[in-house]
């Protein structure tokens, strides 16, 4: 399996390659240069499968069996900042730099990656969204000698390995919500997914390609660059982010549309790095129609509202004592939309990405009481640390000047 940028100019890698990067060398995305599609059979042998081998049969397509333990698959949960502080901390030969958005995250959120202090672990509290901490991230990986130099890797969503694990989600989503397997064709099933920068919205649409029977909805808050591009064409930016409850959403950059863009336009690596350069430029461009028609056959949009997210909250907690997240929120609103017009409807299925007890502040606003695990209270009780990114300040030169430091031969790789 060869992988190959978005945007057809850096040489293709292999699984390595991909895993042990970020941005391509010439901006773009890595993705598969071939789709494996999937017979009938497979899908049915698979829907037996628990999780975790699920996940190992679906890699195994992607990466090749000699490089996968076939005893062993871990995984953590949660907001990307603290899963891969909590997979890596304490780790010998490797070093984690993480960039939090301050005030944009949740102040639980902040504690969970700010009280590891943990000598690999490396905290940055930028003053400013997710889409400007991503400006210096996407620098640094623009200079490929000093990637390599250094070896450096990304762990959020850029990573093509990030998208590869998050298609498990639809396929398992699908096995547990397909009425029969036993059909000619597979019946569909309607997958919702809360998004900001299209990650999960790409591994549906990957899934999709390789013959899984979903159709997918993508929910987000009212940063709706997604949701206008579907229903308009219109990838620009608004104004300004908007803070909403569902803060891990507020994006304007949704970085992954890329690949979706490649993807819907049968790999076209020439018009996608037009499109995307021409975004980056203006902040504007309009799909054109050809790629627009394809994005509506593939994938169906709604932006919802604070008012909506606390509303679907208190409904769900009111009818089922499930205390959704505000991210999950997003998703169920839109399946509570759909159910009240009472009429026939698909399967569905709502992607849920994160725990309520990391958004207490969501909670209280949906007039619900938080449920709050001891170990998360605990956090409030402990040391921080964590260096500022000011305005004003060279971020990617304090990026740069980091990693050097850490890469000194007695510490290992950065």
Known sequence: ????????????????????????????????????????????????????????????????????????????????????????????????????????????QELQMTTVLSENVHVFGVEGNSDELDEPIKAVFADVAFVKKHNLMSLNSINWSRVLVQMAHHFFAYFQCASSLDTHPLPPVEVVVPTGAAGNLAAGCIAQKMGLPIRLVVAVNRNDIIHRTVQRGDFSLSEAVEPTLASAMDIQ?????????????????????????????????????????????????E?????????????????????????????????????????????????????AAKFPEAVLAAGLTPETPAEILALEFKETRCTPMQKGDDWTLMLRNTIESLSWPQRGHS
């Not at 991909?18 to 010439?26: E, I, V």
């Not at 497979?42 to 829907?47: D, E, H, I, P, V």
């Not at 871990?74 to 900042?81: A, K, Q």
């Not at 309009?286 to 949009?301: D, F, I, R, W, Y």
């Open 253 to 301: 950059v949704p970085y992954n549309m890329e690949r979706i863009f490649w993807l819907l336009s049968g790999s076209d690596s020439q018009g996608t790095r037009a499109l995307m350069e021409q975004f980056e430029r203006t902040q504007s461009t309009s799909l054109p129609k050809e790629l627009h028609s394809k994005l509506l056959g593939a994938v169906t949009s």
């Open 1 to 108: 399996m060869w992988y190959v940028s978005t945007r057809g100019m850096a040489p293709r890698v292999d699984f390595e390659g991909a895993l042990f990067s970020g941005y391509a060398p010439d901006g773009g995305l890595f993705m598969p240069e071939e789709l494996p599609q999937l017979h009938i059979q497979t899908l049915r042998q698979w829907s037996a499968l628990s999780y975790p081998s699920l996940v190992k049969e679906l890699c195994t397509l992607f990466i090749g069996p000699e490089l996968i333990p076939r005893d062993v698959l871990n995984g953590t949960s949660g907001d990307t900042g603290s899963a891969a502080i909590e997979s890596v901390q304490g780790a010998k030969n490797v070093d984690i730099i993480v960039l939090l958005p301050q005030g944009h995250c949740t102040k639980i």
């Open 303 to 355: 932006s919802v509202s604070d008012e909506a997210i606390t509303r679907t909250m208190g409904r769900c907690w009111e009818e089922n004592r499930y205390l959704l997240c505000p991210h999950s929120a997003v998703a169920v609103s839109y399946h509570y939309r759909q159910t009240d017009r009472q009429q026939p409807s698909l399967p569905r299925c709502c992607l849920a990405p994160a725990s």
